[in-house]
């Protein structure tokens, strides 16, 4: 796995976040009969702190909801 940080996020009033969507996809026998449904609703997670790329503190550029 190759990662790089995002030194300029997109930002949602001062914060990262990243949006949840969920789709339901189904493949019938033959692959090119595909069927996509998405649920109309989501979400959006955003960091517990504004977005400074030189802040150290971890909340500052995590999203994730178990913290």
């Known amino acids: 796995v190759v ?3 995002i030194e ?3 930002l949602y009033r001062k914060r990262k976040f990243d949006l949840r969507m969920w789709a339901l996809v189904h ?3 033959n692959p090119s009969n595909l069927d996509i449904y998405f649920f109309k609703e989501g979400y959006l997670r955003t960091s517990s702190n504004e977005y400074d790329l030189n802040d150290e503190n971890i909340m500052t550029h995590l999203t994730n909801n178990c913290l």
């Open 3 to 5: 990662q790089k940080y």
């Open 27 to 29: 493949v019938a026998d």
């Open 8 to 10: 300029r996020p997109l």
